[in-house]
């Protein structure tokens, strides 16, 4: 890695939120990505007790400039879920006026679930890169999960959010899901290099991160060869 890079994986209901049911359930990963050297860091899906990972991320000496969100479901940027009511991003703003940057296909969602303006939210496009410091973070438009599902490469890293699990990936069954969308983005992810590692928006097996060539021979999504074949699992 760039020897500049911060990398924290967290997991909810573990590293943070060790109390809320919730999070337990959910087994959400957070990440802290950042610039070493000038301190500053964003966070990668807040939800779940987001000034616990703030006060993480301040213990490192480092300094939150922003947030990414990989996709609108409460479980990732925060809302009401299944009777609980995740504080999310609009709790992370009340401790600091950051920029929450979004794929822009993702806005009005985002908007609808947390209740935060659409003010707050900085729309992007496939290709776009944030830079913390030097940390340069180019932020892949994954539709599938969600219309505006984005994952995140970052010096050989990929976090993936709901897009790519090490086993498995995002549900295409909910609202703005797509599974013909869910093949190409699992293709232009299975495009990167082999010793990419992929880490996942939540720990649904182990390890809690993988190579992306361990990922490609052992994860079922990868099994069909064509889209006709991968269709079929939905009964298209």
């Known amino acids: 890695m760039n020897d500049r890079l911060y990398f924290r994986q967290l997991l909810s209901g573990t590293d943070f939120a060790v109390h809320d049911q919730m999070a337990h359930q959910m087994v959400n990963f957070v990440y802290l990505i950042g610039d ?19 006060e993480i991320a301040q213990s490192d000496d480092m300094n939150l400039v922003g947030a990414l969100g990989t996709h609108y479901h409460p ?39 947390t209740g ?3 003010t707050h939210l900085t729309p992007h496009v496939g290709g776009d890169v944030v830079h913390v410091g030097e940390i340069a973070i180019t932020l892949l438009h994954t ?3 969600t219309p505006g599902s984005q994952c995140f490469l970052v010096d050989g890293n990929l976090v993936s959010g709901d897009t790519l699990f090490l086993e498995g990936c995002g549900r295409t069954d909910l609202p703005g899901s797509n ?3 869910m ?19 939540h720990r649904y097996s182990d390890p809690a991160f993988l190579a992306l060539g361990q990922v490609r021979e052992s994860n079922y999504v990868f099994k ?3 889209k006709e074949g991968w269709l079929q699992w939905f009964g298209q």
């Open 179 to 181: 599974p013909d969308d």
């Open 143 to 145: 539709p599938g999960h």
């Open 116 to 118: 935060v303006s659409s």
């Open 75 to 113: 479980d990732h940027v925060g809302g009401k879920m299944m009777g609980w009511n995740i504080e999310g991003i609009s709790s992370l703003l009340e401790l600091n006026e950051i920029p929450i940057h979004i794929q822009i296909s993702e806005v009005e969602w985002v908007t609808k679930t």
């Open 224 to 226: 069909p060869t064509s």
């Open 183 to 201: 093949y190409d983005s699992l293709n232009m992810l299975a495009s990167l290099p082999s010793d990419t590692i992929v880490y996942p928006g």
């Open 36 to 54: 070493t050297q000038t301190r500053e860091c964003i966070i990668v899906d807040p939800a779940y007790a987001v000034t616990e990972i703030a």
